[in-house]
């Protein structure tokens, strides 16, 4: 891991109308639209979906993180996250994300243990550390037979 801060930059380009592209460094062209709540045409990311599932990316890496420096194995995890967003106060916001997550672990794992990486996870992804949101975490652990 390379030291603090890191930097990241993204661009836009638009034009009056139609979708907007989104590049980044080495990364591949995004092409992004308002959704149709917004009078979009949806089917394309929008700024509100590519928010949520920037949670849902972070906790999902993050706990890869924090079950690898526990040495707990694990097989799979289901994740999703619902965000609300609301206007209060004449700003519009995400006032909650609340993110569902499903871990299936090896039989014999100690499930209480894998529960609290998932909290831990919550905890410690820089992503909704960043935002201005109340965070829930619905998190379950099954173990395979």
């Known amino acids: 891991m390379q030291e603090l801060p890191h930097h990241y930059?993204?661009?836009a380009k638009a034009g009056p109308e139609g979708n907007i592209t989104l590049e980044g460094g080495d990364l591949p062209a995004l092409e992004t639209a308002p959704?149709?709540?917004?009078?979009?045409?949806?089917?394309?990311?929008?700024?509100?979906?590519?928010?949520?599932?920037?949670?849902?990316?972070?906790?999902?890496?993050?706990?890869?993180?924090?079950?690898?420096?526990s040495k707990m194995d694990w097989n799979t995890l289901e994740c999703s996250t619902e965000g609300k967003l609301e206007r209060i106060d004449r700003v519009t916001r995400f006032t909650e994300l609340t993110i569902t997550a499903r871990?299936?672990?090896?039989?014999?794992?100690?499930?209480?243990?894998?529960?609290?990486?998932?909290?831990?996870?919550?905890?410690?992804?820089?992503?909704?550390?960043s935002l201005n949101s109340t965070i829930h975490l619905h998190a379950s652990v099954d173990q395979t037979g």
């Open 103 to 129: 871990l299936t672990v090896p039989a014999g794992t100690d499930a209480e243990k894998a529960k609290l990486l998932l909290e831990k996870s919550e905890a410690n992804c820089l992503v909704s550390n």
């Open 9 to 11: 930059h993204v661009s």
């Open 35 to 69: 959704p149709k709540e917004f009078g979009g045409p949806g089917g394309h990311w929008s700024p509100e979906a590519l928010l949520v599932g920037a949670v849902t990316d972070c906790f999902v890496l993050t706990f890869r993180a924090i079950a690898r420096a």
